[in-house]
């Protein structure tokens, strides 16, 4: 039974894509090493968010303004901010209405080299994060390395990025969603806490356990699914 539904899964591997949010493994290591999948880099001027539902990279908005993203940016895979982050960033900042924001956990992942675009895999090490609320809502910002980047992949903490590079990421945040003269309608985003790379592992752990309590084990609903076809196979 076991090398039967090892064939499958091989099979389905070679004929289907992977869901990046569902079906692509975080990696054994994390936190310390996490897979992170990037919508955009720094180039672009369209906004990409995958859809949740088909896993497809679409066009979210184009961007209004001057500002670009000044790193890599996506979500970390089967992960997912509800009650565990909501909880963390409410304990942090002394908060009590703080909820999740419902979405995949967000990345920024900083590398020297230029990535010319989007709706790919890369190796990253968390070494800090943004503690970002978002019109009532947890939304941190896990700051990364590219594994191995010859300027960055050393850092093992955000102390040890210039300051101006952090800064950078900052204003982008506090300012991606803002209309100048407009007042009425906008959220109001505000970032709390830059913090280390402790506190973004454990941001990391909870979402991966909000993702758990949201979305099960899907590998092994799958698989039981799987072993149940194979059954009626044989």
Not at 99 to 120: A, F, S
Not at 153 to 174: A, M, N, Q, S, W
Request: proline letters at 4%.
């Amino acid at each position: 039974m076991e090398e039967k539904l090892k064939e499958l899964w091989k099979q389905i591997g070679m004929r289907y894509k992977s869901h990046p949010w569902h079906g692509v493994d975080i990696g054994e290591n994390a936190p310390d090493q996490i897979m992170a999948f990037i919508e955009v880099v720094p180039t672009d001027t369209i906004k990409y968010e995958v859809d949740k539902e088909t896993g497809y990279l679409m066009i979210d908005r184009p961007q209004k303004f001057s500002n670009i993203m000044p790193a890599l940016y996506g979500f970390v895979p089967r992960t997912y901010c509800d009650k565990e982050v909501a909880a963390l960033c409410n304990e942090r900042t002394g908060r009590e209405n703080i909820v999740g924001d419902g979405d995949p956990l967000d990345i920024c992942v900083l590398t020297e080299r230029e990535v010319t675009h989007g709706d790919i895999l890369v190796n990253a090490i968390p070494i800090g994060g943004m503690r970002m609320i978002d019109d009532g809502e947890a939304d941190d910002k896990i700051v990364a390395v590219l594994k191995d980047d010859l300027v960055y992949g050393g850092y093992t903490d955000i102390k040890e990025v210039p300051h101006k590079v952090i800064e950078r990421l900052r204003h982008y945040f506090l300012t991606y969603k803002s209309i100048p003269g407009a007042t009425e309608g906008h959220k109001f985003v505000e970032i709390t806490e830059v913090y280390g790379a402790e506190d973004a592992k454990e941001v990391i752990r909870r979402s991966i356990a909000d993702y758990k309590a949201n979305y099960g084990n899907i590998e092994s609903h799958m698989a039981r699914k799987a072993r149940a076809t194979i059954g009626r196979m044989d």
